[in-house]
């Protein structure tokens, strides 16, 4: 429920002995490092920053650029344990950059031949483009009329000037098909499109292209041309894609070397990044950071052997101050939760990161975030479709976490539609605890003892009451571990709000118990709420006085005013937050209420003889999905909006910042 | 209120969602240190521009993935005016006209580059986008146009027709497309304010705003170029000058075409509506380079501002879309400068200069 306890860690360091301690640091990886700050003015004198021989930065840029080298083969690296971590010279920067600078030269070379395939392929699908808007008007006649986009001659050239013809007509939408050949004679058939011809006229001329009647049994040739089109589209694509994989081969066959030049150089980063924490003086090293006191040990060994036990280390509880660090500098939380409940602590620290010291509310999330998905999503059928989509999540997609959280929440809707008696929208089965569906279609019998919606209704207020009260006593609980005795008597989340908020049950419970006729005693009353009214009073002036301010008659109207502001949050917040609550019951209710509306249509599309008919299975099929998508999502955030607004603002403050040691596996 | 939430509730979380995607400046100091155009693909991986670099693996062809991320952007615009209604359908119609006019006007440069000027134009027909953007122009018949005329009976259905038969003469005499191209980028604004005329309220006084100093920004980036490359006397130059802009009035900018010190001009009316700009415009005062760059580059500054101001303001206005068109036409700008920079081999310096 706690943080691990942490304790903070000041060295000092022969200077000799600085890379060695920035390897132990790496490896065993548990120390966040803290920055030193408020040195007095004899101490700035003599201690300076670390700097490291190479830039970091030519190393983080290089090393950037084999990130994206490899990324585009689908290659995240990442640093073994037993790396040789080491210092890196300006050369060996330079060396990596050289040979990444040769790969992606070859990568641009294999682009710019992409490149005039693709243009090719442009071509020749302009001249199909243009068939298709135009038709290919192959007769002799037709192709003579201005309307056609189409140019079609036949010609002759001397099989010598074939090859320089090909070459030039390249730059040109155009087509060559040999038709025969005489002699020294190619016969041919130009296709090329009309916008084009002046041009193509010019190099007519220059390859001595002799025309010819265009024959009236052309015709034939129309499959040819089509034909000829696509068979050059398809080689041409087919040329892309040999040299899209090429590309990509040319990184793979480089991938071991760019692997391990990334490694290097990472873990030259890491190296810097730890000693940018260091200050030195002539020949020490002075260091400070958080570690778990579990921890402690093992490094306090790890540093001695090092250096030979040529160090000073000293050890300080979280709770004592420390000179040399920024006055805020307070202990980070290192959050313990089972893996399994990922997802729920990804819930908790999306909101905040708990303060070091307090509750981490991870545990009870698992508990308060299922039930209130479960009630308002109780379906068994539906659960387990839930729970399916969230293991397949988690096979193929990147989300893990959330397809986990889906998981969990489909066996949540299992579990309390089991309860309830709902699969799939159906009351196949008996319910085990509460006939949701009878209940709501008022078909319930009153021996059930709950009967009614205000039954479902009450659930979900005792609820809300319950989670809410368990914030309270967590918010105690905290501010006890924090000695801040003040906000834990007189705070409304403090023991006076929590004797507003259970006098107020009380009184509302009376209300209720007397069929909404009277109230409780006016002296219960006055001592339930009034007093406790009173008390709150007190709170404004005790924090005024006890910061040694001087009172004045004005302040006096500024008490009371804050007082009203304050007891009107107080009723009001609490009343609010309650009430809240019956958004579960709402939406258990809407849930229920879809189902019953899909399978009435269902009903209706049935064959005359009951039985189903297709179209009432596509109903039921599709009304199941459509709950599922809408009800399941929004069951998912109203749930997680209860406990961001009705729980965790009665505890969670999440100032506090989390435990980020600098390791070999450190990520950004 | 409920009314503007129903209206912008969805287009506002979709844009928004679209907005903090946007690249940071952290991005695009990577991105302008990259080596070769392959490199600067790789950093696109995972952004909103990622189908330029699947393009670009594909093909090795930048111009195909420029088409394809603006391709893709045209969708997003249509896909939003689905959500819209009214008046709103229409200011995104106008929007979208845009992008329209920009490849009405790359088809008409391609049809002048192969008649008039008897090159080439190969594959770039390709490049053109072909589906319909507003209006259902064949784009692909105006390529193979034989002349104007021609043309004008493709665009018959359009408001472009008009534009075209007046400049007709124009063009054809100084076998230019200056006044075919500018009387196409005055359509674009005139519509877009015309549509925007009808809004009222908070919605009227963010699109007068952001529209105003885009307005601005454009007046002063032709000024710069009528002034710097067509040599043009005042009166012609103010001529072509877009109204309604929101810092510049027609007197400033006259004053400025003729040499006055822009600086003098601006400061009552950049320093009460911006702080921190007059301490900028101090900044520039002794500069040699080029007062109207220098303003360029202050009033894209100022455009940013309103952008940011509207953005952290009341959520549910026509601002939204707005500010995505021009954040994402400025970053579209900015990528497509810095990949051709990077395909040409322009130092990494000068391109961080103009983008």
């Known amino acids: 429920m706690f943080s691990r306890a942490m304790i903070r860690l000041f060295g000092i360091v ?7 301690l920035t390897r132990v640091l790496l490896r065993q990886g548990v120390l966040h490092m803290v920055e030193m700050a408020n040195l007095n003015e004899s101490l700035i004198e003599h201690l300076m920053d670390v700097q490291p021989q190479v830039s970091r930065t030519k190393a983080t840029e290089t090393r950037k650029r084999i990130d994206h080298l490899l990324a585009s083969i689908g290659i995240t690296p990442a640093i073994p344990e037993n790396v040789k971590i080491q210092a890196l010279d300006e050369s060996v920067i330079d060396g990596h950059n050289a040979f990444i600078d040769k790969i992606t030269r070859d990568v641009e070379n294999i682009r710019t031949r992409q490149q005039m395939v693709h243009r090719e392929i442009l071509k020749f699908k302009d001249i199909q483009n243009q068939v298709q808007l135009y038709g290919l008007q ?3 006649q037709a192709l003579k009329s201005r309307h056609s986009f189409i140019n079609l001659n036949v010609g002759r050239v001397t099989k010598s000037h074939l090859p320089e013809f090909e070459n030039k007509l390249k730059e040109f939408p155009a087509v060559i098909l040999t038709i025969g050949e005489e002699d020294e004679y190619v016969f041919l058939l130009l296709i090329s499109i009309k916008r084009d011809w002046e041009l193509i006229q010019n190099i007519l001329t220059q390859v001595g292209w002799q025309s010819v009647e265009l024959p009236d049994q052309l015709d034939h040739h129309r499959g040819d041309i089509i034909g000829d089109i696509e068979e050059k589209l398809a080689y041409l694509n087919g040329e892309l894609e040999k040299l899209e994989e090429e590309a990509h081969s040319r990184i793979v066959r480089d991938e071991k070397q760019l692997t391990e030049f990334w490694i290097r150089l990472r873990t030259f980063e890491l190296f810097c990044r730890v000693q940018a924490y260091f200050k030195k003086s002539k020949r020490t090293v002075l260091f400070t950071g958080w570690l778990p006191l579990a921890k402690k040990d093992v490094l306090e060994e790890e540093i001695y052997k090092a250096t030979n036990n040529n160090c000073y280390l000293e050890w300080l509880p979280a709770s004592k101050p420390f000179v040399l660090v920024q006055d805020n500098d307070t202990a980070p939380t290192q959050l313990s939760n089972p893996k399994l409940f990922e997802p729920f602590q990804m819930l908790v620290t999306n909101y905040g990161i708990p303060q070091y010291g307090t509750i981490d509310p991870t545990p009870v999330v698992v508990l308060t975030y299922l039930s209130m998905f479960g009630l308002m999503f109780a379906d068994a059928g539906q659960g387990l479709v839930i729970a399916l989509a969230g293991f397949l999540g988690r096979k193929i997609s990147k989300f893990k976490k959330l397809a986990t959280l889906l998981i969990w929440c489909g066996f949540s809707a299992t579990v309390f539609g089991i309860l309830f008696g709902s699969y799939f929208g159906m009351p196949w089965f008996r319910p085990v605890w509460l006939d949701f569906h009878g209940i709501v279609t008022g078909h319930v019998s009153a021996e059930g003892g709950m009967n009614g919606i205000f039954d479902i209704l009450k659930i979900t207020v005792i609820f809300g009451i319950s989670v809410i009260g368990l914030g309270l006593a967590f918010n105690w609980i905290n501010l006890i571990r924090r000695r801040k005795w003040f906000e834990l008597l007189l705070d409304r989340g403090g023991f006076l709000g929590g004797w507003v908020y259970a006098a107020g049950i009380y009184t509302a419970w009376y209300l209720v118990d007397h069929d909404y006729r009277s109230l409780p005693p006016t002296f219960s009353l006055v001592g339930l709420l009034g007093l406790p009214a009173l008390l709150f009073f007190l709170k404004e002036p005790l924090h005024f006085f006890s910061r040694g301010k001087k009172f004045y008659a004005m302040k006096l109207v500024d008490f009371i005013m804050e007082w009203i502001v304050e007891l009107l949050e107080v009723f009001s917040g609490y009343l609010s937050n309650t009430l809240s609550f019956m958004r579960v019951a709402g939406l258990g209710i809407a849930h229920v209420s879809l189902m019953m509306a899909f399978s009435t249509i269902a009903r209706m599309l049935s064959g005359p003889d009951g039985g189903f008919s297709v179209w009432a299975i596509l109903v039921f099929i599709f009304g199941n999905i459509l709950v599922i998508l809408l009800e399941g999502l929004s069951a998912g955030i109203q749930a997680l909006r209860l406990n961001y607004y009705e729980f965790f603002t009665k505890f969670f403050h999440g100032t506090g910042r989390l435990f980020s040691p600098i390791s070999l596996k450190t990520k950004d | 209120m409920i009314r503007d939430v129903n209206r912008y509730a969805f287009i506002n979380a979709k844009l928004r969602a679209r907005l903090s995607k946007m690249l940071t400046d952290t991005f695009f100091d990577q991105i302008l240190r990259t080596k070769t155009l392959s490199e600067a693909m790789a950093i696109l991986k995972n952004t909103s521009f990622t189908v330029m670099l699947e393009t670009y693996e594909k093909t090795g062809d930048l111009k195909m993935a420029e088409k394809e991320l603006l391709e893709q952007e045209i969708g997003l615009f249509v896909e939003i005016r689905k959500y819209l209604k009214g008046d709103n359908w229409h200011i995104v119609t106008a929007l979208l006209i845009r992008f329209e006019i920009d490849n ?47 043309i004008e009976s493709y665009l018959s259905d359009t408001p472009y027709v008009k ?4 400049t007709k003469p124009f063009v054809e005499q100084k076998k230019s497309l200056f006044d075919l191209e500018i009387e196409l980028d005055l359509f674009y604004y005139r519509n877009l304010l015309e549509k925007l005329g009808k809004l009222s309220g908070r919605d009227r006084n963010n699109a007068d705003r952001l529209v105003g100093v885009e307005i601005d920004l454009q007046n002063i980036v032709w000024l710069i170029r009528f002034r710097d490359f067509y040599k043009f006397p005042p009166e012609r130059a103010m001529r072509y000058l877009i109204a309604r802009g929101y810092n510049l009035k027609k007197d400033t900018l ?23 700009l007059s301490t900028l415009l101090a900044a520039h005062e002794n500069r040699q380079i080029s007062r109207l760059v220098i303003l360029e580059q202050i009033l894209e500054k100022v455009l940013f501002m309103e952008v940011k101001r509207i953005l952290s303001g009341y959520p549910f206005t026509i601002g939204i879309i707005l500010c995505y068109f021009i954040l994402k036409s400025n970053e579209m700008r900015k990528i497509k400068t ?18």
Not at chain 2, 111 to 117: E, V
Not at chain 2, 163 to 166: L, P
């Open chain 1, 138 to 140: 192959i007769n002799p």
């Open chain 2, 163 to 166: 534009i075209i038969s007046d």
């Open chain 2, 254 to 276: 006259e004053k400025a075409y003729a040499g006055s010190d822009i600086f003098v001009l601006l400061k009552p009316v950049l320093g009460s509506n911006y702080s921190g």
């Open chain 1, 14 to 20: 022969i200077e000799r002995d600085a890379d060695a």
């Open chain 2, 104 to 150: 009405l006007k790359n088809a008409i440069r391609l049809f002048f580059d192969k008649t008039i000027r008897s090159r080439s134009i190969m594959d770039l027909g390709s490049y053109l986008i072909t589906d319909t953007i507003v209006h259902d122009i064949p784009y692909v018949r105006i390529l193979n146009a034989e002349s104007f005329n021609e």
């Open chain 2, 338 to 355: 810095i990949l051709n920079a990077n395909k040409y081999k322009i130092a990494s310096e000068r391109v961080r200069g103009i983008i």
